[in-house]
């Protein structure tokens, strides 16, 4: 699977946007870039996913490089229950399946 | 919003004993999946279910695992024989086609193995 690296931890201040980097310099030309979150006590979350353009949801935006080796998660206006671990994935179809590798991901802090 | 959803919540089991863990997916959802989460670790893939059989498992998912889709809408986890190490949050997950779609996953079930 290809891998991913994210920063431990970040920190906002509520209302204010928050950039998410990921790199994934061994990215494959067909692996989709996919980024979950996991708010306290709660199961893993979709929040958006691309392949080489960006890509904007009511949640957030993706901004995927040129080269694809990185990506930014965008939350335009942080707010207190964005508080979570943000998990970048890079997703390699096998046989119609597709599971998701969960690495340690950013834990974002929001301030009030 | 449909959604994923998992029972029970909590359950305690003594060591040696057999647990099912259930899940009712997304209605029109064709792929299922198992994860789990020990305290303060990552999340695991366990399995993969597509047209009644696994599509894939991990090295976790040993003989004492086994999953089951018995009606059209329920999914189980079988865990034969528990383990103290088997103790965990349990994640069920669904997706309405398997390629590159989102994964809807369930609150869990936290497992206590005693």
């Known amino acids: 699977d290809a891998k991913t690296t994210q920063p431990n931890s970040m920190e906002s201040n509520e209302e204010e946007p928050v950039h998410l980097p990921c790199n994934h310099s061994?990215?494959?030309?067909?692996?989709?870039i996919h980024w979950y979150r996991q708010l306290p006590s709660q199961g893993p979350e979709y929040v958006i996913h691309?392949?080489?353009s960006n890509v904007n949801n009511r949640m957030a935006s993706l901004a995927i490089a040129e080269d694809r080796k990185s990506s930014t998660l965008i939350l335009h206006r942080a707010t207190l229950r964005d508080a979570a671990v943000y998990y970048c994935?890079?997703?390699?179809?096998?046989?119609?399946?597709?599971?998701?590798?969960f690495g340690k991901g950013t834990k974002l802090t929001v301030n009030p | 919003e449909p959604e994923v959803t998992q029972t029970p919540s909590h359950q305690v089991t003594q060591m040696g004993q057999e647990v099912i863990l259930r899940c009712v997916p997304i209605?029109?959802?064709?792929?299922f999946y198992w994860y789990r989460q020990i305290l303060g670790q990552k999340v695991e893939f366990l399995v993969s279910?597509?047209?009644?059989?696994?599509?894939?498992k991990s090295e976790i998912f040993d003989d004492q695992f086994s999953v089951e889709r018995p009606d059209g809408s329920n999914f189980t986890l079988k865990i034969r024989s528990t383990k103290l190490e088997d103790s965990a949050m349990y994640f069920c997950?669904?997706?309405?086609?398997?390629?590159?779609?989102?994964?809807?996953f369930g609150d869990g079930t936290r497992l206590s193995i005693l």
């Open positions: 997950a669904s997706t309405r086609q398997g390629a590159n779609q989102p994964q809807h």
């Open positions: 061994t990215i494959s030309g067909t692996d989709y």
């Open positions: 691309g392949l080489t």
């Open positions: 994935i890079l997703t390699a179809l096998q046989g119609g399946s597709e599971k998701l590798v």
């Open positions: 209605s029109n959802h064709l792929y």
């Open positions: 279910f597509y047209n009644n059989e696994i599509s894939e």
